[in-house]
């Protein structure tokens, strides 16, 4: 959730780097992403507080503590692991969702609600869903994985004052809420920029902005993250405090078991 966003490959042979020849729109898309993706490797462990600002279309405000901690990903076919604590305000404190991410598979999430004192597994069927009322999706929260689409490289250009690679990215799971997904690239840094979302209808739904960039040694980090939702009118906005990348987290922090923990 830290990074929200990137892509695709079917097979293991898909991640060998292309040489010679012209590009095809899908060869170039995949590249782009992947050069992205890599440019995030190693970073091991973060943790990181965010404040989220909920906005209706009247204008009103809802202020939201949190934490995430991340472990990275290990392995071919697996994704980074994410633990979100709300803190605030009091229908939310205790609530923590667990994430394992999956490269094309459905990702593993764990809901744990206070009220019920228990561990609620989310289906596979409800990742579209509203992730505690934000416009941000559970799908959204395991997007930036490479693998989770299929890309197609559409154009470079000028986008709000900096120039772009568009590709088209199209789901690669297929009980996602998406029909494809519009993702725009700083050729400066291979940081992802904006995600213009389309529902399975094809009209757009969202578009999440990614802004204000950080550098924590080899790795960057958006610290503010806009997400505006088009047909209701309504905005999720997450502000990251400074990321801490010597946080003492382990594998067992990222457990089922360790919901009932908290």
Known sequence: MNRLMIV???????????????????????????????????????????????????????????QIDTLEKSGRGNGDRSMIQFFSPGDVDGTALLSHARVTAADDQWLYLPSLSRVKRISSANKSGPFVGSEFSFEDLTISELGKFEYRYLETRRVDGMEMSILECTPAYSRSGY?????????????????????????????????????????????TQTMVNHLTGKTTVLEF????????????????SALERL
Not at 20 to 25: E, F, I, L, V
Not at 32 to 60: C, E, H, P, Y
């Open 8 to 66: 695709a490959c079917a097979t293991a042979l898909a991640l060998t780097p292309l040489t010679g020849g012209a590009q095809t729109a899908e060869e170039k898309g995949f590249a782009i992403a992947q050069k992205s993706d890599l440019s995030d490797k190693g970073f091991g462990r973060s943790s990181v507080d965010v404040t989220m600002t909920l906005t209706n279309r009247a204008g009103a405000r809802t202020t939201r503590a949190l």
């Open 179 to 223: 029909s494809r997904v519009l993702c725009h690239f700083d050729t400066k840094t291979n940081q992802p920029r904006k995600f213009v979302f389309f529902d399975r209808g094809g009209q757009r739904l969202k578009t999440l902005t990614l802004t204000d960039y950080k550098r924590y040694g080899s790795v960057w980090r958006a610290q």
């Open 241 to 256: 405090g400074p990321f801490d990348f010597n946080a003492r987290l382990g594998r067992n922090d990222f457990e089922p």
